[in-house]
């Protein structure tokens, strides 16, 4: 990274990507393990 605004640009992209495919959220969370205590 370049800077600091460098840095948040990138976590926004990928907030942003993770954020359009909400399956993927739901296919961790349904993981067995992710209901274990």
């Given amino acids: 990274f ?3 605004k460098d840095i948040l640009d990138h976590c926004c992209e990928a907030w942003n990507k993770l ?3 909400p399956w ?5 969370g349904l993981r ?3 209901h274990q205590c």
Avoid: V
């Fill in 19 to 21: 954020t359009d495919r």
């Fill in 24 to 28: 993927l959220i739901m296919s961790i």
């Fill in 32 to 34: 067995d393990w992710a």
């Fill in 2 to 4: 370049t800077s600091y």
